[in-house]
């Protein structure tokens, strides 16, 4: 039997979120590595640490937003997930170098180092956008019969985000922009995404 939870307006938003969300998650890990050279390099050790992070912040944002939608089924958990996440990056672009100089200081620039280092720029951040995805398949699951299709759709308008993400950001946004402004970009566009799902209608009972 379908049972509805959220209206039109805010099933488009959340779709036009998945791709957002999934774009600068990919965008902000290729950025991430713009961050950390200047202290560890761009060496295949800097990449594995931040593939790491990203992986280690995909599984945590998926079962802590698995768990917390079943709770409480709404667009404004996903939505004031997106708008701490945008918090975050806004103050990374003037906290990062202070951090990565103490964790150089302290740690040093070895595996150790770069691994506390990646998690320290992404992983909060990418944590709370991937709790978007099993989100938005509670919101949009209309019945058991559509669970497959809509987690299909979902992942993969995330996963063309990502690719989307990684490219745009690789090849358009990095030679023209520096790391501080597409930073403040990334921020300002996850806020945006909060207000859509904060002010679109309250869910459908």
């Known amino acids: 039997m379908a049972r509805p939870i959220i209206g039109r307006i805010t099933l488009i938003a959340v779709y036009v979120n998945s791709f957002v969300v999934g774009a600068v998650i990919m965008g902000f890990e290729m950025l991430g590595s713009r961050y950390l050279y200047p202290y560890f390099g761009g060496g295949i050790g800097t990449w594995a640490a931040l593939i790491s992070t990203v992986l280690c912040a995909l599984a945590l944002g998926y079962l802590v937003g698995g768990v917390v939608i079943d709770r409480y089924p709404s667009p404004r958990v996903v939505a004031w997930g997106t708008a701490s996440a945008a918090a975050y990056l806004a103050m990374v672009p003037s906290s990062s170098d202070p951090a990565l100089s103490l964790i150089v200081s302290v740690i040093g620039d070895g595996p150790v180092g770069t ?24 919101l949009l699951l209309r019945s058991t019969e559509q669970s497959g299709r809509v987690a299909g759709v979902v992942y993969g308008i995330s996963t063309v985000g990502s690719i989307f993400g990684t490219l745009f950001t690789t090849f358009e946004l990095i030679p023209t922009l520096g790391s501080r402004s597409i930073t403040y970009l990334y921020a300002g566009i996850l806020a945006a995404c909060g207000a859509s799902l904060l002010l679109s209608p309250k869910a459908m009972e």
Do not use: C, D, E, T
């Open 115 to 138: 691994l506390i280092a990646s998690a320290a720029l992404l992983l909060l951040p990418l944590s709370l956008l991937s709790m978007f995805s099993p989100v938005a398949i509670r």
